[in-house]
């Protein structure tokens, strides 16, 4: 029985979703209005009223949401119902200023698990599988949502946290885990591992994973699918909208659909905060319809992607977003040029190299220079300086041709490079210090 796969709602005409976010849209903007004097006085100060609200085709009239706002409300600023009612935090691992720590009620815990269940549904979980959660637990959401999810969908939950692999890899083993949930960085580390270990994807009974929390690239899933012997699914979600699971993908892995009877999606200029139409790149903004604790209206993710509402393959009528590039503040201008990390993992992929790299930029004499360290593979490795030289040569000219920016590439040893059990540290930009 598949009770997290819901036709009813996941299936819904466009017309039908679009009349349950009007409704409930109206119904948090007035709860919002009356119970969170921060955003009261964000809306007067834009001259709209609750009364001006009366559906989807009005929400852009109202003020965003920003990290910036987040920080001024710390901690209990922006709270949207009493703290009596309130039965959990979780907070995101940004490393400078304040943490944003967002809040949970009983109910809004239920409606995030429910958007977790629904993702691992899609990525064929039943109540037969055993899921192996190897996300942090704690205040980051990871561990938190898919253990959640895990348990209403009725599978056998291993909430293993991340860290510690070889007992990882024995308790996939020893346990028969079906579903791997973790950041994807850390399940090529697990890959990798099981290669040290002589073990290949016949030596496990995986058969899907769920990862997310960071940007990846097609070619780092082919990858993972590759040496774990499963399919893999993204699943996309922040802290600020309770975590992962607000979109999330399907057996077609062509996008992420949105849980768009709880979330509204939009894609903005993010210079000018225009909206942009489907299809096209942009800021992706999403207003929470039905948050208690911590309701988020307008609220700027950062992630750069566009959406589709062209149908899927699957039947599921939500939209779907693209990947993310990752956030707007982890593009690198460097010399002017925008670069994104995961554009740099996907030359490196195709070129037969690991997704074990670092970025290195800083600002020598006014000018910005720019060095990528990469992993050699352990099939690759040489110490032949000439060969090493020409292999460093080709893949500087591959990033040039996807970045417009030619960078100086630095052959490493296998392994120099450390490894991440949660997000995984790509760059060091010195130029901020
Ligand atoms: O990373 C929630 C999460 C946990 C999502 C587990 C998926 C799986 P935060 O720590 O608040 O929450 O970080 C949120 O991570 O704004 C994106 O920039 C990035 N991110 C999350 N999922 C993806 C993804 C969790 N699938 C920030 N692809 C977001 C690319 C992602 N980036």
């Avoid at 070619?219 to 996309?236: C, P």
């Avoid at 975590?243 to 062509?254: L, N, Y």
């Avoid at 899927?312 to 990752?326: D, F, I, N, Q």
């Amino acid at each position: 029985m598949e009770r997290y796969y819901q036709p009813e709602i996941e299936c819904a005409s466009r017309e039908q979703l679009r009349a349950w976010q009007s409704q409930r849209l109206v119904a948090q903007v007035r709860r919002v209005w009356e119970s969170v004097p921060y955003y009261k006085r964000k809306m007067e100060e834009k001259g709209v009223t609750p009364e001006d609200i009366r559906g989807v085709e009005d929400l852009n009239k109202l003020p965003f949401l920003s990290k910036a706002d987040l920080r001024d409300a710390y901690p209990y600023g922006l709270l949207g119902a009493p703290l009596k009612d309130c039965v959990r935090i979780h907070s995101t691992s940004g490393t400078t200023g304040k943490r944003v720590v967002a809040f949970y009620t009983r109910h809004d815990i239920d409606l995030w698990e429910d958007c977790c269940a629904r993702a691992l549904t899609a990525a064929g979980a039943t109540e037969e599988d055993v899921v192996q959660v190897s996300y942090g637990y704690g205040l980051f959401t990871g561990g938190a949502g898919l253990d959640g999810g895990s348990h209403k969908v009725g599978c056998l939950t291993v909430p293993m946290s991340s860290g510690n692999t070889d007992r990882q890899i024995m308790f996939i083993r020893d346990l028969n885990a079906t579903v791997l949930c973790a950041t994807p960085s850390y399940a090529a580390y697990l890959g990798e591992r099981m290669r040290e270990l002589g073990l290949g994807p016949d030596d496990i009974p995986l058969k899907a994973g769920i990862f997310g929390a960071e940007a990846w690239s097609e070619e780092m899933r082919r990858d993972i699918e590759k040496t774990l012997g499963i399919k893999a699914y993204d699943i996309y979600g922040l802290t600020e909208l309770s975590g992962p699971g607000v979109s999330f993908e399907c057996s077609a892995q062509a996008g992420m659909h949105i849980n768009e009877d709880h979330f509204i999606p939009e894609i903005i200029d993010p210079d000018t905060g225009e909206a942009l139409p489907a299809g096209e790149q942009g800021e992706l903004v999403i207003t929470a319809v039905d948050k208690e604790a911590f309701p988020m209206i307008r609220y700027r993710t950062k992630d750069i992607c566009s959406l589709t509402y062209e149908p899927c393959a699957c039947g599921r009528t939500h939209v779907r977003m693209t990947k993310p590039r990752g956030r707007s503040d982890d593009m690198l201008i460097i010399r002017g040029v925008n670069v994104f990390p995961s554009q740099i993992e996907t030359v490196l992929l195709q070129h037969g190299y690991a997704a074990n790299y670092q970025i290195l930029v800083d600002r020598v004499n006014n000018t910005d220079t720019f060095e990528v360290l990469v992993e050699m593979t352990p099939e690759m490795f040489t110490d032949s300086v000439g060969e090493i030289q020409q292999l460093q040569k080709t893949l500087s000219l591959g990033l040039n041709s996807m970045l417009g920016i030619r960078p100086k590439v630095t052959l490493v040893a296998p392994k120099t490079i450390a490894r991440s059990e949660g997000k995984a540290v790509r760059v060091i930009d010195k130029r901020k210090i």
